[in-house]
């Protein structure tokens, strides 16, 4: 899972997608995931988005596409191309043989609605997706968003480094402070050599924690003296709080599985909403 959630809408009305997708949007950031709308106004486009597969989260169709009747045999047709996402149907006027062929198709997970009943519910398609994503969301794929997430932090902050042009023998220093106290090998182990391997892929953090490289990045921006910087500065500071302590505490304790699975969900909901905010802060610092 991811805080990604990926809707492949098909709907040769812009204003439908406008109009019904607002309450969707707005759901999915409430509970920490960006939503992502793919929009296809033809029938070539629709293929060719599904011949990508680009692991859509929610595939919506409207039924009349093109002043044409999607059917069922496209429903198969997705399903051809392993594509398992959950799929609705909406139509502008009740269908009442629609329900029963999609029944007959065989095609599992596969919702009947009418844009009547949609205007009238805003929640009916949030309703979906909600079902959708706590089926799945536990503690040990909220365990992957975080690490995954975390790793793609770590990055922006080298890149921030890197950018800065911050003088090697400064980084080095910093971390050899931080390593030589706890393993000898760094004593002995060569400039060059630990600038290559901080700067390998998925290996920086070997010498780099993701905590060292927040603090790192806080006490550059405070030697810079600019006011402006004092917002990211303090958002640095918050992330240690808001982003490591909760990725720690999922990798190494049991805290979560002790909780109630509201409260649970609710540690969830913030640790998610921090990390798009965070994310956000560090590609503008960039």
């Given at each position: 899972m ?19 997708s607002?309450?969707i ?10 939503c ?10 629709l293929?060719?988005?599904?011949s990508?597969?680009?692991?859509y989260?929610l595939?919506?169709?409207d039924f009349k596409f093109?002043?044409?009747p999607v ?19 909406y ?6 043989k ?17 844009k ?7 929640t009916l398609?949030?309703?979906i997706?909600?079902?959708d994503?706590?089926?799945?969301l536990?503690?040990n794929?909220?365990?992957?968003i ?10 922006l902050?080298?890149?921030?480094i890197?950018?800065e ?6 980084i080095?220093t910093?971390?050899?402070n931080n390593?030589e ?6 004593k ?47 958002s640095v500071e ?5 982003i490591i302590?909760?990725?720690n ?5 049991n805290?979560?599985e ?12 913030d640790l998610?909403k921090n ?6 802060n ?5």
């Amino acid at each position: 899972m991811q805080l990604e959630y990926k809707i492949l809408w098909a709907d040769d009305n812009d204003d439908n997608i406008e109009t019904y997708s607002h309450p969707i949007i707005e759901f999915l950031e409430d509970e920490g995931f960006v939503c992502s709308i793919y929009p296809c106004r033809t029938k070539t486009e629709l293929e060719t988005a599904i011949s990508r597969n680009m692991n859509y989260n929610l595939i919506i169709l409207d039924f009349k596409f093109n002043d044409k009747p999607v059917g069922t045999d496209f429903i198969k047709y997705i399903r051809e191309h392993n594509i398992y996402s959950t799929i609705i149907l909406y139509t502008a006027a009740k269908d009442v043989k629609l329900p029963e062929e999609v029944y007959k198709s065989k095609v599992q997970n596969v919702y009947t609605l009418t844009k009547h009943e949609i205007a009238e519910d805003r929640t009916l398609i949030s309703n979906i997706i909600h079902y959708d994503l706590y089926k799945d969301l536990d503690t040990n794929s909220m365990r992957g968003i975080a690490m995954a997430e975390v790793t793609n932090m770590d990055k922006l902050i080298w890149e921030i480094i890197v950018q800065e042009g911050i003088p090697q023998e400064h980084i080095l220093t910093y971390v050899r402070n931080n390593k030589e106290q706890h393993y000898n090998e760094f004593k002995d182990k060569k400039d060059n050599v630990i600038w290559k391997e901080l700067n390998k892929e998925n290996r920086s953090t070997m010498h780099l924690s993701s905590d060292e490289r927040a603090k790192f990045i806080k006490e550059y921006l405070e030697t810079l003296s600019q006011k402006e910087l004092n917002e990211f500065i303090e958002s640095v500071e918050n992330y240690r709080a808001e982003i490591i302590t909760p990725r720690n505490q999922l990798t190494h304790q049991n805290i979560y599985e002790e909780m109630n699975p509201d409260e649970r969900n609710k540690k969830f909901q913030d640790l998610r909403k921090n990390i798009i905010k965070h994310k956000h802060n560090l590609k503008k610092l960039i």
